[in-house]
């Protein structure tokens, strides 16, 4: 059967009058793909839909900057994104971000970045207790632990330059979980 793949996505929003604000949306963008080892026709197992799931718990939420003076979100930081990843404990997950480079406002833009270390994982929901960080700019192949969760954080450097138009700026992550054995 070929990998199952899950994703989610996390809105990163910013609204700049004067301060810099990087919020969190409320909406919820998240959805399943179904697997593409299962056709429409052949009937598929009551728990194949469940073996893989990904839920967005809170977006990326920055606070204000001033203009003209870069921030960093730290993956710890409470306004960091978090995700939970549930799969069958034992197996083996590639986790990929697609990431944004920019905050976009109609035609305005504001660099938006991510370090080699701004995202970690741990199976457990504390991002200061045995995570490990790694680069979410490369794809991550993590075994599940006994408990079927891992939970990742994601943070960023935003630098609004002191002429930043007013506006909502606005951009999305996308996690992209597969399930490489069952």
């Known amino acids: 059967m070929k990998p199952m793949t899950a994703f989610s996505q996390l809105a990163v929003c910013m609204m700049c009058v004067g301060f810099f604000f990087i919020t969190a949306q409320n909406t919820s963008l998240a959805q399943q793909q179904i697997p593409t080892g299962i056709s429409a026709n052949a009937p598929a197992p009551q728990n194949i839909l469940s073996l893989l799931r990904i839920q967005r718990l809170t977006d990326l939420a920055c606070g204000v900057t001033i203009l003209g003076f870069p921030k960093e979100i730290r993956f710890s930081d409470a306004a960091a994104a978090r995700f ?3 799969a069958p404990p034992a197996s083996e997950i590639l986790v990929a971000l697609a990431l944004p480079l920019r ?6 833009e504001t660099p938006l970045t991510f370090g080699a270390a701004s995202a970690a994982w741990s199976e457990r929901d504390s991002p200061s207790l045995g995570v490990t960080t790694f680069n979410p700019m490369l794809p991550q192949r993590l075994k599940v632990p006994a408990s079927g969760v891992i939970f990742i954080w994601i943070g960023c450097s935003v630098s609004p330059a002191k002429t930043l138009r007013s506006g909502r700026y606005t951009a999305l992550v996308q996690v992209e979980a597969t399930l490489m054995n069952r």
């Open 103 to 108: 905050l976009l406002c109609d035609k305005a």
């Open 84 to 86: 939970r990843i549930m």
